[in-house]
């Protein structure tokens, strides 16, 4: 199971992982503000690219994250993007 669990003063959730992939440096993963065929075209692309099949599906009500980071040598974007599937205010 992958998942990422986040804790905030106000709220607890978990978010299940559908993508991870390593990509040169770019900003598209970071888009927001969609239409609902944008979103899904957007959610297809960023599955294409993961180097796993998490087999979770997305919709256009869904929530999702992004975290980047650095790969070792720093020239590469290390990517996740998970759905949220859990939320409980504290």
């Known amino acids: 199971n992958h998942y990422v669990k986040i804790s905030t003063r106000n709220s ?5 992982v559908f993508s991870i992939y390593v990509i040169k440096p770019e900003t598209y ?7 609902d065929s ?6 297809d ?19 999702i994250i992004t975290l980047q980071t650095c790969d070792d040598a720093g020239t590469k974007r290390v990517v ?11």
Do not use: P
């Open 38 to 43: 944008g979103f899904l075209k957007f959610v």
């Open 29 to 35: 993963y970071l888009t927001t503000g969609f239409t």
């Open 45 to 63: 692309t960023i599955k294409s690219r993961s180097m796993y099949n998490f087999n979770v599906n997305l919709g256009v009500d869904d929530k």
């Open 12 to 16: 607890n959730s978990v978010w299940q």
């Open 80 to 90: 996740l993007h998970a759905k949220l599937i859990k939320l409980s205010e504290k």
